[in-house]
């Protein structure tokens, strides 16, 4: 099946990262640990732009930008330079950006989606590295606001922009490569996805091949499919009444879920751009090999893996895959446990209770999944049972063994079993003899005995089947 | 020739505010100094690769390691507009 994209649909998408797993800014030798700390306590001479400071470039930082170049298959460029984007706006006190313009240090890659007809490719036009700005906090209503909060923490912190092609053709396709994105980032270990600020897109989108409109502004994965879906619906509606689309550059007001117009009075050449004359420029090709040999196996092809190493469908492969974390843990479990067995508990039952309590993996440990699934594979407890130790282990605490105990949820042994239907068998000569000479019911009496002895916990219709075959020797 | 209206987009992008008598000043005073750059465009500059920074070095970096950062007290000394922890400013959209 080719999808055919009727609409004529293109979506292009700018997404910056902060990677919030360095330890220092960008510039300066601030921490990057700001999340949970008082305004303005993360700030120093250089990223306040006081007069006469002077920024020197964090290393790893460019290591990380190269990382993510490679993962995203874009070819590093052998010489690159910083430049300012000037703009006066408080977010950055400077009263510019340091960012990459005509060098970006990664450009022409692609990655791999799952689109609407299978896998689908978007490529990746350039990444570049840049800053990031304060946050600036409107006190107030939007029209009755007493002023604006800056709080400069967060200004300084290393942003890599992606910048995608025009490639996906639905809003879904959007949000499956933000999700790509973000796994492939978490597993290079750039980035903490988890915290305020960590991933921001905006998007471009153009209805029938014609003129695109920007959407800035937006906050979240689910927010960008509703922006884009709103914005769909209003450029289709203008064309139908007989409008045009003009380039603009539009918000999203997340609340209302539409996208309004704002009138930007500067152009690309009101920023002047110009060589950051502070920054020398870097000559990093040669640190692309060593880069390389640092890249993890990537998502797509631990999932090839998955499904050859451990014959498991592509479902579970790519529930298993996305975060590394999840798929680590699979990978310890199906050490101990049959990998299948270990696949249907990690992606089915416990990803499901984890997400239901917005738990990450780390709520759980390999010993206690170990645990769950030899206990049932055994077939020591039921599966209902299983689902019941792990929702206990998350809720209360624990360990299966103790809560299978604690619950009584054992299932009673075959062996016992066997041995009550002995014991039945043997101390009711009578019914045995009734049941023998034809009177069917007296076998309802001995299975009876039967649950009597294993208080009930056998299975019923098990026990019965025992008895007769007993009785049929 | 630098343009009245330019140099009051030019202000606007700097946020100084510029009268109508001021812009035909400036306009005047700017051309006289692009002029006498344009002296520059006489030299031949065929085959010679921009120059962006005088000192011919590359590749300075700092390893990531964190340094102390300043107090709040000191990073608000210089204002009078602060509230809570934060600068405050005039409302900016």
Redesign the interface.
């Known amino acids: 099946m080719v999808y055919e994209n009727p609409d004529g649909i293109r979506i292009g998408l700018e997404v910056h990262v902060q990677l919030n797993k360095?330890?220092?800014k960008l510039f300066?030798?601030?921490?990057t640990d700001y999340h949970d700390s008082?305004?303005?306590?993360?700030?120093?001479?250089i990223c306040?732009g006081l007069p006469g400071s002077l920024p020197?470039?964090?290393?790893?930082?460019?290591e990380f930008a190269i990382k993510i170049g490679l993962a995203l298959n874009c070819s590093i460029v052998e010489?690159t330079?910083f430049h300012r984007k000037?703009?006066?706006?408080?977010d950055l006190p400077k009263n510019f950006q340091t960012t990459q313009y005509d060098y970006p240090i990664a450009a022409e890659g692609k990655i791999i989606i799952e689109g609407e007809d299978g896998e689908h490719n978007v490529g990746i036009t350039r990444a570049h590295i840049e800053e990031d700005p304060a946050r600036?906090?409107?006190?107030g209503t939007?029209d009755k606001?007493?002023?604006?909060?800056?709080?400069?923490n967060r200004s300084g912190m290393t942003l890599i922009e992606i910048v995608s092609e025009p490639d996906m053709r639905s809003p879904k396709e959007a949000r499956r490569y933000l999700e790509k994105l973000r796994s492939i980032l978490d597993y290079l270990g750039v980035f903490d996805g988890d915290l305020e600020g960590a991933m921001k897109a905006d998007a471009n989108v153009s209805v029938f091949w014609g003129e695109r409109v920007e959407i800035k502004n937006i906050s979240s994965f689910k927010g960008v499919e509703r922006a884009l879906l709103y914005e769909i619906m209003r450029q289709k509606n203008q064309i139908r009444r007989g409008g045009e689309i003009v380039m603009e550059t539009r918000h999203f007001d997340e609340a209302r879920g539409v996208t309004i117009s704002m009138r930007t009075?500067?152009d690309e050449q009101?920023y002047?751009y110009f060589?950051e004359?502070d920054?020398?420029?870097?000559?990093?090709a040669d640190w692309v090999p060593k880069v390389r040999e640092t890249l993890p196996e990537l998502p797509d092809a631990k999932r090839a893996r998955f499904m050859e190493e451990y014959s498991l469908g592509e479902t579970h492969a790519r529930a298993l895959t996305t975060e590394i974390k999840v798929a680590n843990f699979f990978e310890e479990v199906a050490k101990k446990v049959d990998p299948k067995d270990a696949a249907v508990w990690v992606s089915d039952i416990l990803k499901g209770e984890l997400n239901y309590r917005e738990l990450s993996i780390d709520a759980f440990t390999v010993e206690d999944m170990v645990a769950v699934v030899e206990l049932v594979t055994a077939n020591k407890i039921t599966e209902k049972s299983a689902v019941d130790v792990i929702r206990t282990v998350l809720d209360d605490g624990g360990k299966p063994q103790e809560i299978v105990e604690k619950k009584g949820l054992l299932k009673v042994e075959d062996d016992i079993v066997a041995t009550a239907v002995d014991e039945a068998i043997a101390e009711n000569p009578e019914a045995v003899a009734d049941y023998l000479g034809g009177k069917e019911k007296s076998l309802n009496f001995i299975v009876g005995k039967v649950m009597q002895k294993t208080k009930g916990r056998a299975d019923a219709r098990e026990a019965r089947e025992k008895v007769l075959a007993k009785l049929n020797e | 020739m630098i343009t009245k209206e330019e140099v009051e987009?030019v202000g606007?992008?700097?946020?100084i505010e510029i009268d109508e008598k001021e812009s035909d000043a400036y306009a005047e005073k700017l051309n006289s100094v692009l002029d006498y750059f344009g002296q520059l465009d006489e030299v031949d500059t065929e085959g010679v690769e921009p120059t962006?920074?005088v000192?011919d070095?590359?590749?300075?970096?700092?390893?990531?390691?964190?340094?102390?950062?300043?107090?709040?007290e000191d990073?608000?000394a210089n204002t009078e507009n602060k509230?809570?922890?934060?600068?405050?400013?005039?409302?900016?959209?």
């Open positions: 360095l330890n220092t300066c030798g601030c921490s008082e305004p303005n306590t993360h700030v120093c001479p306040l020197v470039l964090n290393e790893r930082a460019v010489q330079q000037n703009y006066y706006y408080p600036l906090q409107h006190m939007i606001s007493k002023g604006t909060l800056i709080n400069y009075k500067e009101d002047r060589p004359p920054l020398v420029p870097m000559r990093v | 987009h606007w992008l700097a946020r962006y920074h000192a070095i590359v590749n300075v970096f700092r390893k990531d390691e964190v340094t102390e950062s300043m107090s709040q990073v608000l509230q809570e922890g934060n600068f405050k400013s005039p409302r900016i959209m």
